[in-house]
């Protein structure tokens, strides 16, 4: 889970927020390609159309998620990395893009 927030204090309208994992590592495809990276959306439950913000946004972690089995070590094994993207317009008609990583 993670809070989404914007310090300037307005509303953004058209809000869309994604979740990626990516995880690096040695990957071979059944024909010998290596793939060095593996991008796995993660779904997320929020529901707020005008995003009225400070809003909380989470993860379920189940037997459908990238997460499901995966440990502190695991992931630190293969680099995970989650990135998150907020896109929107502002109150006064600017679209914007924002990206974090975790």
Request: aromatic share 4%.
């Given at each position: 889970m993670f809070?989404?927030?914007d310090i300037r204090r307005r509303t953004s309208m058209s809000?869309?927020?994604t979740a990626?994992?990516?995880t690096w590592g040695p990957r071979r495809t059944a024909e010998g390609e290596a793939i060095p990276?593996?991008?796995q959306d993660?779904?997320?439950n929020y529901c707020d159309?005008?995003?009225l913000l400070?809003?909380?946004v989470e993860h379920t972690v189940d037997e459908r998620s990238p997460l499901y089995g995966h440990t502190r070590s695991?992931?630190?094994e293969s680099g995970a990395e989650v990135v998150v993207t907020y896109e929107g317009t502002s109150d006064v008609g600017g679209r914007f893009v924002v990206r974090r990583s975790y």
């Open positions: 809070r989404v927030a809000p869309s927020l990626q994992l990516y990276v593996l991008v993660l779904p997320l159309r005008m995003m400070p809003v909380v695991s992931l630190a």
